[in-house]
């Protein structure tokens, strides 16, 4: 495997009203080239603000730390993303190496351009082809991704698709420009289970044929059960576990990684009790001190884990976890 | 417990949309002759995918949709309405009997209002209570129930979480003391880890307080854990009704085979065995002919497309409306529903 990325120490805030939030802290972690990786965790764990930051999306007031290095290994030799600056030098990350897409597809697509002029825009954008050219290559993305009667689709408007159909047409508008990585946003929780079946089927079958890495973000751990190779768990901020797929979801070492495989419905065992993880996330602006969860932990010491940030430990190949407790037999009962 | 307590009769809600100049207005079927009986003290999920008519109808129970044809029978043993036919005294009282949860916990808060005044509302506007006394009385008992703290009662919306916001619609709509209950998506909305503390309270408060849910849900999970039957709608139609172990354990029509196989399955070893349906469903203003869910059917043959399956019945109250039920029972495995591993079959 080869390595695509590597982040380390992304640090994130942002300046607000109220003061400045941290909403990523010290989150480093690699991906191989064609490797899908499942980003999981609540509202308001940084989830999608990390994502973001990979093409350097967030917004002005986002304040990054010094120490922060994202590192895109291309063909042409590494890429530091976080000196991206110009809007010219940043087209290599938005829609040109990296691609997203979103869980609404009718916020992807201007609303008053044809599904055709917006793909073949995106294309000529990033390399230099003849509108025909362009039109050609997307009526055979539109083709790939499952759209019937895709030179008729090229040339109407998003409202003009079903649900299913834009979230097709959108992943084709993502893939055009072949990308390296990449980021799906919750790309089905907005669709019906039996099309949510279908898309995902259809992005599988996309990682085999392009073989780019995807960074999957979803609360549906069914979800990166079924696509994933390797999980990341993030809590306000904090990736608190990572792991083979396997690894994470059979012998979750996290506390919280445990608490949100108990509040999940088990189709296999309708008498087993759903059971919530207690409390509610903290607010951003009063990020607790020492371990972020320690103030909803059923196993936390006071005195450790509300005073000092827990480090990674190393479990099985791959599978490490920021706790106190991961090494001693009080989290494994 | 098998008295209804709300039963719709060939229940339909059709919309006519503004159409062509000549020829017959188009309508949309939203709720196509539904038969649904809803016991008394039971917690009965109704679901579908968008468009098959589960939001219409739960809103038509409660009169909130308007009714073309059909009858509703509410009766709790203390009053009984002929819920279509309600004058606006009665349909009043109904109010009070029978409320609603939403989806969206921050939609459905008025931002400017304490909670104090989110929870009393209802009370005020049907004239329920005569003092302010006795409402501060009312809305602190729900609260409480609904574990919400006192000190939160003086607070405005935009100050609590998702999870909290939930619970205060849920006081909300409890506080008139209603015995019917319609929850849409009530928990869709929330966080995993979240989720579950809501249902546990919804499923609490139900046998508290006596009371009667239709839990409507896209999420045939969380159903399958909060529900005691569980009816299957598509395109305004019934498909499928039975007891929730029943459905899961050995369903039927095709279509529900299809969306429990559709869950994604929580074992990474268990992939790509989701039974996968063509298509999206159809519009409701052209309907299929014959059974509405021909068009992506894995088993449909030519009369499938001519004649409409009426419901019939499996064993007991689990019933399904599809003519090939019989042949196809057993003929085709049940993917869906694994068994666990100990060899034990729920029942």
Known sequence: MTRLLEVDNLTLQFDTDEGRITAVEKMSYSLDASQVMGLVGESGSGKLVSAKSLMQLNARNAVYDPQTRIILHLDGGPVDVMTLKSAHDQKLVRGGAISMIFQEPMASFAPALTIGDQMVEQLRLHAEMSPARAREISIEMLDRVGISVPAKRFSQYAFELSGGMRQRAMIAMALSTRPKLLIADEPTTALDVTIQAQVLALMKDLVADFGMAIIFITHDLGVIAQTADTVAVMYLGRLVEQGPVRELIHNPAHPYTRGLLAALPNLHDLDSELVPVAGDIPSPLERPRGCVFHTRCPVARAGQCDRVVPPFTQLASGHRVSCHLASSEAVNT | MDTPLIAARDLSVHYPLRGALFGPRPVVRAVDAVNISVPRGSFFGLVGESGSGKTTFGRALLRAAPISAGDIIYDDGEVRYQVERLG????????????????????????RMTVRDIIAEPLEVMGLTRTREETDERVRDIAARCRLNLEHLRRFPHAFSGGQRQRISIARALVSRPRFVVADEAVAALDVSIQADVLNLLRSLQQEMGLTFLFISHDLSVVAHTCDHVTVLYLGR????????????????PYTRALLSAIPSLD?????????????????????????????????????????????????????????????????PVAPVRQPADGTTPT
């Open chain 2, 88 to 111: 606006s005294r009665d349909l009043k009282g109904y109010r009070s009997r029978a409320q609603m949860i939403f989806q969206d916990p921050y939609a459905a808060l008025s931002p």
């Open chain 2, 238 to 253: 019934v498909m499928e009704s039975a007891p929730t172990r029943e459905l899961f354990a050995a369903p039927r029509h």
């Open chain 2, 268 to 332: 990474p070893d268990d992939r790509g065995n989701a039974q996968m349906l063509e298509g999206e469903i159809p519009s409701p203003t052209d309907p299929p002919s014959g059974c509405k869910f021909h068009t992506r059917c894995p088993h449909a043959e030519a009369r499938c497309r001519r004649e409409e399956p009426a419901l019939s019945q499996v064993a007991g109250a689990h019933e399904v409306a599809c003519l090939r039920w019989r042949e196809l029972d057993g003929a085709v």
